[in-house]
């Protein structure tokens, strides 16, 4: 009766056993089981590709070997050494199969299965393409940043190699200009202004491309402090106002006084203000009227810079934040300009996460806003 029961138990291990085969043969992962010392005793058909290379002829000779020839023998000192003292155990190894080095993770569990020996059960994740494709974003990235290093001491030089001289130039033609060391002839007087005006352009074209560069080599970082939003617009309007005056423009202010403070970098909101009220300035015919205001929409700062000046053709808006366009050259060139001032506006604008945006008619004027997250001092 008793060995009648013993052979019942037996038979119902080998169909568990061959419904356990059953569903492992179906998963996606290479599964393998061997006895603690490594023997195989099942693999699935993915742990076969794995070992024996797809389009071999399966072999059950894969069943008779052990696991240890695939394995690196520190992975397996490790794996014999924490499976002696815990039921799992999961690590990354590297199998070597047919002299190829793949990296794989494998989750090992200790199989109890009544009357039959402990067996250990080897899910196996291959990682070779992920650890490739990890390499290599790895060395792209040091690629990268060996390129915006680069980049980097390239604009640094630059930026110096150009502006010494013209510094000198300016500096000299100024004093010429001033007649500091004596009267110069009618014509020596008009070439002089030319110098200086020309070297004065220059500085500010040379300064707008070194900013886009450095924008686009994503060299350039916002240095945020607290600023006062009054006394930022109230100083850019005194730099363009002299500008203004000889045109006889006026130039009015209207701020909301409950805005306080804005969390951005003090030189680029100011580099952005003053691009928008020279642009006003340049674009206002005789005698116009521009209007900075101040609201507060979302947490955002809007400042709104209007004039009722020569206006943007409608078919020409898709071109104002392109560097170098200039929608009517006649007149920027009359007004001097770089045709950077709105790209780098832009730009300067994003990178603070906001936005500039305009509304324009010919001949009615037009309407920058600037947006700017108002934001404040992050607590540490
Ligand atoms: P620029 O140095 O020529 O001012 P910007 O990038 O600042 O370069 O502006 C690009 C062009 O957009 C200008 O040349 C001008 O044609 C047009 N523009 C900018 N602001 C105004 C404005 N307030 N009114 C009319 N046109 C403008």
Redo the contacts with the bound molecule.
Sequence with gaps: MSSQRATDSKLSTKISMALLADGLDILPEPIVITTPDGQIHYANNVAMDLFQGQGNIRSSRLLTQSILQWLRPEDWTQISYRMQRAASYDLDATLCVDEVAKSVAVALRLLSIPDLDDMWLWRIQDLTQQRQQEANWLEQTAVLERSSRHMAAFLSNMSHELRTPLTSILGFSSMLKQKIFGELNEKQDVYVQHIHRSGKYLLALINDILDLSKIEAGQLLLEKTSISIAVICDESIQLVQQQAQMRQIIIGSHLDSRLKTLWADDIRVRQMLL??L???V??SEEGGVIEVGTTEKDGMLCIAVK?N????APE?HYL?FKPF????ES??RRRQ???????L?KHLAELHGGTVTFE?AMNQ??C?VLKLPIGSEPID
């Design positions: 691009n928008l020279s642009n006003a340049k674009f004039d000046g020569i206006g943007i020409k104002i366009q200039q929608v009517d007149i920027a300009g770089t045709g950077l001032g709105l790209a506006t324009s004027g037009s920058f």
